[in-house]
């Protein structure tokens, strides 16, 4: 055991509190990335993504697009990992305006957007790459010690999901160093393909093959 592993089992760990489900949503098998646009949740589904209303669960749009992994959403675009590249999409016509290179090259699964930048989460790698969202050039990287599905900001705190077998955390980091500094579990056999906040108190979690999306109350941190 490394002493990065040593560390991060020091840190207090609380269940997390699962509040609500949505799906299996129709044509739709597997969720990936997931994003939140301020009223609507958006999930990648591979062949499309498609938007939910979160209070009712029923599906207002779909955008006929490749969606293989993390979804993202800058205020007024989608940005979606399809394989090796990152699409930038109009939601309000699907059409693909922009692409960029995907720092992982296929190996990519988590996507969001902050500070004016992309960042990245690299399943395998076990890394969290901010990028430039015209270029794909990496700006810095975040090192993990569990591989790492979906990352998202809010309110100054970075948040990645871990899927590693059937023991699977939300972990709140350092952003300069990587540490972990907070701990959610999710109850066992429950993975997290994508993640991302609403900007307040929940996040939206995909459950891969589940063909599901999870609602999980964000803790009140220390910081907040």
Not at 91 to 102: D, F, H, M, R, W
Not at 134 to 156: K, P, Y
Request: glycine share 12%; hydrophobic share 35%.
């Amino acid at each position: 055991m490394s002493s990065n592993d040593d560390t991060t089992r020091q840190v207090p760990t609380r269940a997390a509190e699962i509040v609500r489900e949505y799906g299996p949503f129709d044509g739709a098998e597997r969720i990936h990335g997931v994003t939140h646009d301020g009223q609507r949740v958006w999930a990648a589904t591979e062949a499309n993504v498609l938007a939910f209303d979160p209070d009712s669960g029923q599906v207002v749009r779909r955008l006929d697009c490749a969606a293989h992994a993390g979804t993202a959403f800058d205020g007024t675009h989608l940005y979606q990992i399809a394989e090796t590249r990152i699409d930038k999409i109009d939601p309000a016509t699907g059409a693909v305006v922009a692409s960029i290179p995907a720092p992982g090259n296929g190996g990519d699964s988590g996507l969001t957007w902050a500070e004016g930048s992309l960042w990245v989460g690299q399943y395998r790698d076990r890394k969290i790459h901010q990028i430039d969202p015209a270029t794909g050039a990496i700006v810095r990287t975040i090192e993990s010690n569990r591989f790492v599905t979906g990352v998202t900001w809010v309110d100054g705190e970075l948040w990645h999901a871990t899927w590693d077998g059937d023991d699977n955390e939300l972990r709140r980091i350092d952003p300069d160093n990587g540490a972990v500094l907070e701990r959610l579990e999710l109850p066992h056999g429950i993975g997290v393909s994508g993640l991302e906040s609403d900007g307040a108190d929940l996040f939206y979690c995909g459950g891969g093959s589940s063909g599901k999306v999870r609602a999980v109350r964000r803790p009140k941190s220390a910081t907040r």
